[in-house]
Nanobody, 124 residues
Framework: QVQLVESGGGLVQAGGSLRLSCAASGRPFSRLAMGWFRQTPGKEREVVATISWSGGRTYYSDSVKGRFTISRDNAKNTVYLQMNSLKLEDTAVYYC?????????????????WGQGTQVTVSS
């Protein structure tokens, strides 16, 4: 089993930056790929970025590519989402997620463990 604890959400002005953190605890079956997803009222949950267990492979949605960076520190069991040049449309609840990853791929589906979510609000 895996438990995820998120931090770093808050209020920021458009054009500003935030860094989200997600710490994984508990002993997993094997190595974990990690991902960030987001959801706003009236919209489906969407993937933001994912990273393979080694950090060697990443995926970004088109809407955040070039502005957001996902990274991880395996010694700390922590994944980060650095968000730069934030836009009003980035306002959402952001969720950290994990999946077992034996092949070191940045998958975007079948995430089995989820954090509670953290609110990110971008103001004008």
């Amino acid at each position: 089993q895996v438990q995820l604890v998120e931090s770093g959400g808050g209020l920021v002005q458009a054009g500003g930056s935030l860094r989200l953190s997600c710490a994984a605890s508990g002993r997993p079956f094997s190595r974990l790929a990690m991902g960030w997803f987001r959801q706003t009222p009236g919209k489906e949950r969407e993937v933001v970025a994912t990273i393979s267990w080694s950090g060697g492979r990443t995926y970004y949605s088109d809407s955040v590519k070039g502005r957001f960076t996902i990274s991880r520190d395996n010694a700390k069991n922590t994944v980060y989402l650095q968000m730069n040049s934030l836009k009003l449309e980035d306002t959402a609840v952001y969720y950290c997620a994990a999946r077992f990853d034996l092949t070191d791929v940045a998958g975007i589906s079948e995430y089995a463990y989820w954090g509670q979510g953290t609110q990110v609000t971008v103001s004008s």
